[in-house]
C-alpha cells in the first residue's frame, strides 16, 4: 500500500521551531521526488518545499526561505522539514507530497502562538 505519514506537528511560541516528518512506504522513495505544502485556514494549499531523489536539489517557497530546511533519509524512506523562526504565518496543516503519484499525507498541524 501506497501511503504517507507525517508527524511532528504541535504547538510552538513565535520565532520557535519545529522538525516534521514524513515517512513513506509501499514505493521506491529513493527514487522520488518528496514536496512539502501546508494549507492555513481558509486558504488554499501552497508550496513549501521539493527535494530531488538523492537529497541534493531542493528548492523552497520565497516565504520559507532561509528559515525552513528539507532533507530526506533513504535509508529510512522518511523526509524532513525542519522550521526555524517560525510566525504566526506559519500556522497550517502540512502535508507531504509524492509528485509522481499525486499522493498526500493525511497532514500534520502546526500551530505558531505567540
Known amino acids: 500500500q501506497v501511503r504517507l505519514v507525517e508527524s511532528g506537528g504541535g504547538l510552538v511560541q513565535l520565532g520557535g521551531s519545529l522538525k516534521l516528518s514524513c515517512t513513506a512506504s509501499?514505493?521506491?522513495?529513493?527514487?522520488?521526488?518528496m514536496k512539502w505544502y501546508r494549507q492555513a485556514p481558509g486558504k488554499e494549499r501552497e508550496y513549501v518545499a521539493l527535494?530531488?531523489?538523492?537529497?541534493?536539489?531542493?528548492n523552497y517557497a520565497d516565504s520559507v526561505k532561509g528559515r525552513f530546511t528539507i532533507s530526506r533519509d533513504n535509508a529510512k524512506n522518511t523526509v524532513y522539514l525542519e522550521m526555524n523562526s517560525l510566525k504566526r504565518e506559519d500556522t497550517a496543516v502540512y502535508y507531504c507530497?509524492?509528485?509522481?503519484?499525486?499522493?498526500w499525507g493525511q497532514g500534520t498541524q502546526v500551530t505558531v502562538s505567540s
Open positions: 527535494i530531488g531523489a538523492a537529497g541534493v536539489a531542493t
Open positions: 509501499g514505493f521506491s522513495f529513493s527514487n522520488s521526488v
Open positions: 507530497y509524492l509528485q509522481s503519484r499525486g499522493l
